[in-house]
């Protein structure tokens, strides 16, 4: 049976919730447009220099940060298998474990691939958004009309910055 697509005010309360943290390697990860919004920008002041920001199939050679660390929704227990597909099943993964991770479970990821163990000598990032504030600043101010995914994003992840100002 086909999923219907996670709505976008979702998979932002799913980042904001797990603090933008890989579930499986606990890295930080990134709201992919926002590094469309800063190639675009970056593009404009320096149109010589090819940058390596985004790119829409996250590709290695041309955007190794969202090929690496792209912010996802991930089903802990894989829809596949008979997983729900709503909010309490769904976690933050980065590109990297969400490539890798396939259908198994987080413990079957995990005996595969071990984390890299993230030593922090200060602890967990805390105030980490994914870059979420950045796209809403640039996309607030872009010269061009936005896409309707990039207005639907940006409508979820207004709310949930405003929520976050309120806590």
Excluded at 33 to 39: F, H, N, P, T, V
Excluded at 62 to 84: I, R, W
Aim: proline residues 5%.
């Amino acid at each position: 049976m086909p999923r219907v697509p996670v709505p976008y005010a979702v998979q932002a309360e799913v980042f904001f919730r797990d603090r933008w943290l890989c579930s499986h390697s606990r890295r930080p990860t990134i709201f992919h447009l926002a590094l469309k919004q800063l190639s675009e920008v970056i593009s404009s002041e320096f149109p010589r220099i090819r940058l390596a920001h985004w790119n829409p199939q996250w590709r290695r050679d041309s955007a190794p940060l969202l090929d690496e660390l792209a912010a996802s929704v991930d089903h802990v227990q894989a829809y596949s298998k008979g997983g729900a597909h709503d909010i309490t099943n769904f976690a933050t993964i980065c590109a990297r474990c969400n490539a890798r991770k396939g259908s198994r479970s987080r413990e079957e990821h995990l005996a595969i691939h071990k984390p890299w163990v993230v030593k922090g000598k200060h602890g967990e990032p805390s105030h980490w958004d994914g870059l979420a504030s950045v796209f809403v600043f640039f996309a607030r101010r872009s010269s061009r009309k936005l896409t309707a995914t990039e207005r639907g994003w940006l409508m979820a992840l207004e709310a949930q910055l405003a929520n976050a100002a309120r806590s």
